[in-house]
């Protein structure tokens, strides 16, 4: 079990509005960013469905644009 466990929720919340403020923004790279970062959160918490959507989504936009994505966070 992770020690960080029961702040799983907490990161995610964040993440989340953290996403939202970027993508109020327009600043559409760091929301993929925060995005994909939402993704490895959310796989580590178990909802691999929920999780491969949210780096779908990321990874399509960084690819349209020609971004190279930093590497994925791992927990």
Excluded: C, N
């Excluded at 992770?2 to 790279?29: C, F, N, V």
């Excluded at 960013?33 to 936009?61: H, M, N, P, W, Y």
């Amino acid at each position: 079990m992770h020690a960080y466990r029961g702040e799983t929720p907490a990161a995610i919340a964040s993440l989340e509005q953290s996403a939202d403020i970027w993508k109020h923004l327009g600043w559409q790279y760091e929301w993929a960013q925060t995005i994909r970062s939402l993704a490895a959160v959310v796989g580590t918490a178990g909802d691999s469905k929920r999780a491969a959507v949210l780096a779908d989504q990321a990874t399509e936009f960084l690819t349209k644009v020609g971004a190279r994505p930093e590497p994925a966070v791992s927990g």
